[in-house]
């Protein structure tokens, strides 16, 4: 398998992708921040710092749109749907952060999704760490990709 961001040379550059035709594209991300019980029941709204999920939420969004000033060789792209959906799971004890992006470009938004997925993840982190330091963000991974010449992704479950 040939890498896209390195030239014959082995030199890293940005992909050209002014002979791609445009097309619908989404990618779905998720992170995981784990956490005690008595951490998730202030994420849920007990925060001295406010409505963490709904910070956080935001966070995620201006975080995909930063993505090509934080990853050297991304394209920047217009985004048309930034959604970040974070949910709280006792089981876990954590909480689950989805988030997904979509554009109509040349190329995929796979790392916007992560982005912004991430940035949720930390964000959580930074209003939650004055109650538990040792939380941990986990399993950031790309869920489902379409559109685009390789088509449908799927993560195993």
Known sequence: MTLTHFDAAGQAHMVDVSGK????????AEALVLMSPETLA????????GDVLGV???AGIMGAKRTADLIPLCHPLPLDKVALDLVAEPALPGIRITATARTTGRTGVEMEALTAATVAAL?????LKAAQKDMRIEGVRLLKKTGGKSGIFEAAP
Do not use: H, I, S
């Open 21 to 28: 035709e445009p097309t619908a594209r989404e990618a779905v």
């Open 42 to 49: 202030l994420a849920q709204g007990g925060a001295a710092k």
């Open 56 to 58: 956080a939420r935001l």
């Open 123 to 127: 964000t959580v982190y930074d209003m």
